[in-house]
């Protein structure tokens, strides 16, 4: 596999490679818990916001002025799509928060796959004692993340600017956000703090966007967004083993439990 910094286009190859990695014989069994977990969350989202989005879009018209009703056309595409990007991302990251103990394993089982190094305390019972780390993980990146989403989410209600720049801010940010979310796995599994995981991954940011965008896309994909959480997860371990691993970053410190 390429160094992520040979190429601009590093994060879609990591993104193409998790996809393979997903049908090896020894990650099998470690992917199936994440797609019931997208099989449960995935199909009572999309069923509740079906039901919501007319009504949604309806109460978005209205609020049009009259001379800028002809605008319709265009808002219209781009209000959906803003909001299948939110929800989208609101009902990945419930989907995450379930399955964060086996995505962390799956993460492991794919390093160990790659590498051949098991990591020190990857046994079933480290699991278990490390489930409050593991949650506390993913408590900051939603620390991390809601402020963010508040700012977007009301500046969304600005007639025009909310409708045509703001959905475009949400994918930027949502792609952003999901290179966080799937990357830090293997950074957690090896206890790397969470400033300095984004410390890192904001020194290639545009790689890492790349990637986290087409995991954006492919999760507001219907069918394609059942099985994206594990590929995701798979493409990610494999872009931290050909580049950050061998940083030897050090574990964290207490103080880095601050949650932005």
Known sequence: MQDLSRSGVGGAHYFLYGWRLISQPGLRLFVIIPLLVNTIVFAGAFYWLYGRLQLWMSELTQWL???????????????????????????????????????????????????????????????????????????QKFCYWLPRALILTLAFFIPGLGQSVIPVLWFVFSAWMMAVQYIDYPFDNHKIGFRPMRKQLSQHRSQNWIFGALVTVATGIPLVNWVVMPAAICGATALWVDHYRKLNLEPFEKIDQQPL
């Open 65 to 139: 002025p009259n001379g800028l009703h002809w605008l319709q056309w265009l808002l219209w595409p781009l209000a959906i799509l803003a909001i299948i990007v939110v929800f989208s991302f609101i009902f990945a990251t419930i989907g995450n928060w379930i399955a964060a103990p086996f995505n962390g394993l799956l993460s492991e089982r794919t390093e160990l796959l790659l590498t051949g190094q098991p990591l020190p305390d990857g046994q079933l019972k480290e699991l278990i004692t490390d489930l409050p780390r593991v949650f506390a993980r993913e408590w």
